[in-house]
Structures are given as C-alpha cells and as structure tokens.
C-alpha cells in the first residue's frame, strides 16, 4: 500500500472514531409548553404586568415559547458553555439531549438548566428575565423530575 494512501486511510479511521460536538439543544427534550402563555392576563393582577401561576405578576414578555430560535439559541449556549454569568449549569449538552435518557435525576436538572435560561434571559444583566411563576411546568418538572407528558396528568397551571 502506498505510504500516503496509508496515512489517508488512518486520518479517516482517527475523524471517524471522534464524536461531532453537538451544538444546539434537541428539542424532544424540551416541553411543548412552559405552563403560562407571555401576554396572558394582561394588567388583570397588576397594572403593567401579566398574569402567571398562582395569579403571580410577571413580565409580559414570559415566558418565550420553549421552541422559539430564541429561547433555544440562549440554552444551546449556557449549555455549551457551562455557565450562564457566573452560575454553573448542572447538565451538558450532551446529556441534555439525550432523549434516551428520561431518568427522574436528568429530567431535574434539564428542568433547572431551562429555568436558569429563563431567569437570566435578556443575557445583559444577571436576573432579568421571567420568574418561575412563567414556568410552572419546568417547576413542577424540578420538583418531582416527570417528563412533561407525565405532569400533564397533574392538572391545570395558572
């Protein structure tokens, strides 16, 4: 065999046996809802806020849809990185995506990663962003670690 056709044929073995960095969230693994819908209730508890669980004033703007290229984008980044500002995230995007993986442990701290997105979600300022009042599904999915088609069962949110 030919000396470069053997070198070619080992540096395709070697890229092969490398696992591809995932780069963005897998959706199956995120709720189809939060709980609340952003701009439900508008001024009905508190003049210039929304209405979220338990009748609790948040922002209008909370929660994002869980599918939206926005909300997405900023928790493939917290979990790429590790961190959002200087809080560590609890789970890697490599074990975030894992759909396979539906344990009570992973679906908490999948829920925790979610709700560090959503607390700090303008990015700017640490703790600006929606409330967990935004997201009493991603609370519920914290507390007892079921998957969302699980905590559907469990009744009504807001």
Do not use: Y
Not at 58 to 69: D, L, Q, R
């Amino acid at each position: 065999m030919h000396p470069l056709s053997l070198l070619a044929l080992l540096a395709a073995t070697a890229s092969a046996a490398v696992a591809p960095r995932q780069n963005a969230v897998n959706p199956a693994v995120v709720p189809q809802s939060f709980g609340v819908t952003a701009g439900q209730g508008r001024d009905k508890v508190q003049v210039g806020s929304c209405t979220g669980a338990n009748n609790k004033p948040i922002p209008c703007f909370c929660p994002p849809a869980p599918h939206s290229p926005e909300f997405l984008s900023k928790l493939s980044k917290a979990l790429r990185d590790g961190f959002i500002f200087s809080i560590p995230v609890p789970i890697s995007l490599e074990k975030f995506n894992d759909a396979s993986d539906m344990s009570v442990e992973t679906q908490k701290l999948r829920a925790t990663a979610m709700i560090q997105v959503l607390q700090n979600f303008n990015l700017t300022t640490q703790g600006v962003g929606c409330p967990g009042a935004s997201a009493p599904v991603l609370l519920k999915m914290q507390q007892t670690g079921l998957a969302t088609r699980d905590l559907a069962e469990l009744g009504n949110w807001a």
